[in-house]
């Protein structure tokens, strides 16, 4: 699994914090959330596709058969 | 999903206007007849003629095209229907391209998440401090004695400025977003007087800028320059609009859907710690704020409808909220809802620079109410805004309830 926000979507709803606050961080003064570096191997699958659901600019990319790993994107 | 195609169908009228007594008397009957009209906008010829976009999928794909939807306003290309009380844009939200961020970014530190947590123990206290002042009466006006003075004394405090003046600036704000259509000369007054009193606060922190949201908004520099008066009325003025009015707006709906709802209430009792996602929820079925304007820049086909440059559009971002073809049940208030994607703070550049306050004041002030005031219930009459168009809010709302101890 890899996951990924496009920078050029995400607009700072931050509403991926509130469901999964371990797999993601906010830049507060760029208004925008990032995964976490190794949060893949720390979150489940389930939980990163319900974040993915809740972010209202669809900014969030779950790649399910995607490398392991935790680069920030 | 194509957004444009080259053939458009025949133009979709619809017999709408979102300032009239049925909007706000009938809000969610009229935007659910507006999603069952078979198309995503409409075309009313009221108020020399508009577009109102409702549907889910086409505020979204509007939203995320600032070209073909400008939010520029200026006394030559006038935003809004009718027509903005005002004449230089507010800054950010009347401003298209790159430098929008450019300017949020001037207070972000303040409107952040990090920023809204660190003003949540303030915001209790003031939530504590309103309830006290009635609490041992057994009766208030909710609406004008804890939804209206919280958000307003917040906005001034991280202004800097006095806070005590809020009842003053809330008349104002309320002219001017409430009396704009039905009685401009009264909103053109507020605006006036809102202008001056923002040029007031300017002159005095010429040489000793504070450390708050003001005082960053003087100091911030583009390219060496400061902004310039205008400019800086124009960024204050947005900050009062946003911050003074929608979430009292929001919150007093709310409390109306729980005087209706007793099941409701009490599982929100019985769980506080469903506060956060029933926030989400109240903001997509019981959001305020309609009054969100762009103008088409040229003509194309959207969604089917032939739109022409310089075309005004409403964005009625709640709307969207209830789209039934987005959301299952969408006028059921489900506080265990997946998924919920609504756009009650805005979409794309333009997302509300306060939503992050917005949230923690509307959790608090719930809260607050539930722990409370929990057997509250609304007696006589809620009386809404004469015009709901813009902000669809109650302006009093008489609750009674078992008095408690301060």
């Known amino acids: ?73 | 999903m194509t957004a444009t195609e080259r053939v458009a169908e025949p133009r979709h009228e619809i017999s709408f206007d979102h300032h009239s007594a049925e909007f706000r008397d009938s809000c969610p009957e009229v935007v659910r007849r507006l999603h069952a009209s078979g198309c995503p906008l409409g075309f009313s010829s009221e108020h020399d003629g508009f577009w109102a976009i409702y549907g889910y999928d086409a505020m979204y794909d509007a939203v995320q095209d600032g070209e073909l939807f400008s939010s520029a306003h200026s006394a030559a290309v006038p935003k809004g229907v009718p027509r903005a009380p005002y004449d230089d844009p507010l800054i950010p939200i009347d401003v298209d391209g790159p430098m929008v961020q450019e300017y949020r970014r001037v207070v972000l530190r303040w409107f952040s998440p990090g920023g809204a947590n660190a003003a949540e123990p303030r915001i209790r206290a003031l939530a504590t401090e309103l309830v006290d002042t009635f609490i041992e009466r057994g009766e208030a006006d909710i609406s004008q004695e804890l939804l209206t003075p919280l958000p307003a004394r917040l906005i001034l405090e991280l202004l800097g400025w006095e806070a005590d003046r809020w009842s003053e600036w809330i008349q104002w704000i309320h002219a001017a977003v409430h009396d704009r259509t039905e009685h401009p000369d009264e909103a053109g007054e507020a605006v006036v007087n809102i202008y001056g009193s923002i040029t007031a606060e300017i002159e005095k922190r010429r040489g000793h800028l504070g450390d708050d949201v003001f005082g960053d908004i003087l100091r911030a520099r583009f390219d060496g320059e400061p902004f310039t008066e205008a400019q800086v009325v124009g960024f204050a003025f947005l900050l009062l609009l946003g911050g003074m009015d929608t979430t009292a707006g929001l919150t007093g709906n709310v409390v109306l859907e729980l005087d209706r709802r007793p099941e409701l209430r009490q599982q929100l009792i019985d769980d506080p710690s469903s506060l956060p996602a029933a926030t989400e929820e109240f903001l997509r079925h019981d959001s305020p704020a309609f009054g969100l304007y762009r103008t088409v820049t040229r003509d194309t086909v959207f969604h089917g409808q032939q739109l022409r440059a310089g075309d005004r559009a409403i964005l009625m971002f709640p709307a969207a909220g209830r789209d039934p073809s987005h959301f299952e049940q969408p006028d059921a208030v489900d506080l265990s809802r997946s998924g919920n994607r609504h756009m009650a703070f805005g979409l794309g550049a333009h997302r509300c620079l306060g939503s992050h306050h917005a949230r923690v004041m509307f959790r608090v002030m719930l809260g607050e109410i539930l722990a409370r005031l929990p057997d509250f219930r609304v007696v006589g009459e809620a009386v809404r805004f004469p015009d709901a168009g813009d902000v669809y809010a109650v302006r009093n709302l008489p609750i009674a309830f078992t008095p408690g101890p301060r």
């Open chain 1, 1 to 73: 699994m890899k996951v990924s926000i496009d920078a050029t979507r995400c607009r700072g709803h931050a509403l991926c914090l509130g469901r999964a606050p371990e797999a993601f961080e906010f830049l507060d003064l760029e208004d925008r959330s990032v995964v976490r570096d190794g949060a893949e191997a720390l979150v489940s699958e389930d939980d990163f596709l319900a974040a993915a659901r809740e972010c209202p600019e669809r900014a969030i990319v779950v790649d399910l058969d995607g490398a392991d790993g935790g680069t920030d994107p």
